[in-house]
């Protein structure tokens, strides 16, 4: 069975700083993709960066970047240079690789970027 | 033009009734998905359907049943609504075999039973 935790209900940053969010995984598959999705208050959701349980390198998407540590089972989301518009909720989700069908969300994380 | 589009936006209604909620994606994958988002935020799959295979979540209530006209389409009827049946619920498509396997997801429709 699969499970997703994202320990971190709320956190607040000071703009202009870098914020980590947490997730664990927990999977019995051996290939797998780790993605985070960002939910504003307007309600789509809108796909942030993804890592295969395969790649070595760490993936980056401007700011975002995924500290994917396959050993601990985390995929902690890191958002650097912080926005106002970068508060929102974020869900972190897996799967297996091309399989939809097993994807899950992790219960999110709300981020407030102060001013 | 929106990849994935939902309609309506926002449904309210009353309790028992029978709705359904639109879903089109003009983005060519061949899988497309309704997920529930519950008061808590929280995301759960509730179907998967590609023109090969309808996968239901085995905890949804008969109540719910998607329906495909096509490949672009994935509509979601929902008979004799219940409260409980007040969430967002979001489409979604992908391509199957796709190199990263991104998931994309309409706007969402918020539906309320009163």
């Known amino acids: 069975a699969q499970k997703i935790t994202q320990t971190q209900p709320g956190m607040f940053v000071q703009e202009k700083e870098a914020v980590t969010l947490d997730c664990t995984y927990d999977?019995?598959?051996?290939?797998?993709?780790l993605f985070w999705y960002k939910q504003p208050s307007s309600g789509e959701m809108i796909f942030l960066i993804y890592q295969g349980s395969y790649d070595e390198q760490n993936a980056t998407e401007g700011r975002y970047s995924l500290n994917f540590q396959k050993a601990r089972k985390s995929a902690n989301l890191v958002i650097s240079a912080s926005q106002l518009g970068d508060s929102a909720m974020y869900f972190c989700?897996?799967?297996?690789?091309?399989?939809?069908?097993?994807?899950?969300f992790g219960s999110g994380t709300k981020l407030n970027v102060k001013p | 033009d929106t990849a994935v589009s939902q309609t309506p936006k926002y449904l309210v209604t009353q309790m028992g009734n029978d709705k359904s909620i639109k879903c089109e994606q003009n983005l060519g994958h061949d899988t497309m998905y309704w997920y529930k988002q519950d008061s808590k935020k929280f995301l759960k799959i509730m179907f998967s359907y590609n023109n090969k295979e309808l996968i239901i979540n085995e905890t949804v209530p008969n109540r719910f049943s998607p329906k495909s006209p096509d490949k672009a389409h994935l509509n979601l009827h929902i008979n004799s609504l219940e409260l409980g049946d007040s969430a967002v619920y979001f489409c979604?498509?992908?391509?199957?075999?796709?190199?990263?396997?991104?998931?994309?997801f309409g706007e969402g429709s918020r539906l309320t039973v009163l």
């Open positions: 989700a897996m799967g297996p690789l091309y399989n939809f069908n097993k994807f899950y």
């Open positions: 999977t019995s598959d051996q290939s797998y993709g």
């Open positions: 979604a498509s992908s391509q199957a075999g796709g190199l990263t396997g991104e998931l994309f």
